[in-house]
Every structure is written in C-alpha cells, then in structure tokens.
C-alpha cells in the first residue's frame, strides 16, 4: 500500500489503559481525560509515499503526533479515528509533518525527523526579592528562562554543529509536551532554536 503524499503506519493499539509518570509509577487514566499521555506514540511505517524525499523507509519506527486519534468522524453513533485506513489490520495514514523522530530499529537512537526535534527544559533558580520569611518551597522556586538540553537532534542542527545533549536557547514560551515511557520532552522546531550556547 502507497500513498502520494502520506506515510503509511501500522499501530497495533491507538491508546493504552495506564501511563507512567516520571517515577515509573503506573497509572490508570481515561483517555477523554488524558489523551495526550494514554496515547501510543511508537509507530511502524508499512508504506512510504510515491512523492517520497529524505531517509525514511518502510519497516523504520516513528514517533508520532498523537492527535492524527482524535476522533471526529461519526458511524452512527460512534466517533471514529480520521486518518484510520484500516481498523483490522491498524494501519493509519499520516502527513510528514506529523512524524516527530524516526529509527531504523529499536537499537537505534531516534533521530529528529525533517524540522523536529526533542529536547528538555532546564530549569533555573528563580530569584526571589523579599524582606518575609520565606519557606524552602517557594525559595527554591525553579522556573524556565529559555534554555534547553537537545535529546534528539534532526539533521539541518547537525548541519549547524549541534547535536544531542548541547544546550541551546529557544523561544522562551517553550514546546509541545511529548511523552515516551512516561518521561516528558519538549517537541520544538527548527526554527524555534535562537542559538547554541558555549
């Protein structure tokens, strides 16, 4: 199967029961609540498109913007997935742009895909002015400032001599939250990344 501009993905479940957090603790969750974190955001490329540019193959792994699930096209009185293919065999259609990272396999690293990457906030010590006593939960108040640490770069920062775990700035009201094993990253752009910081 081929499309002339979309991806071709196989996801064997759209949406899982629990989620984890930062800890590792597992949590049950209700997908009209939560969508962003039950969402199964691994996918399987089963066919690339005919107008096809760039390293993508079919059989790579992808992460996923989840909201190609949101559900908006009736059968009755049912909502269904609109970029559902097939329900029986799970295969989705989706546009590049929804495709955030890329592997070859699970022992590869992800790779950010055409202008995508991940990255992760750095929090810094927000300075408190005041003549009151303070407790240690809001002296020790952190906030972000507009720096972040590069979890995975796409190929045109790598053209530009950034790679993974270089902290750059960015537009300082921050990313897309992305989950992955229940730890939070930030999915920005090219475009969103001011500079590199030496």
Known sequence: MKGLINYIIELETPYGEKFK????????GNVDFNPERLSNRVALIKGVPALHEGDLKKGHE???DFTIFYRQIY??????YNSVIDADQNLYHITPNMIVCYRESKNHDWKGFNKNLLVKPVLEEKEIKSTL????????????KGKVKIVYVNSELQDQGISNNDVVLMDPRGGVQFWIEGKEYWWIRTQDVYGKIV
């Open 133 to 144: 006593f303070l407790p240690d939960n809001v002296k020790n108040t952190k906030e972000f």
């Open 21 to 28: 957090t930062e800890s590792g603790i597992e949590l049950f």
């Open 62 to 64: 992808v992460l996923i």
């Open 75 to 80: 059968h009755g009185v049912k909502q269904w």
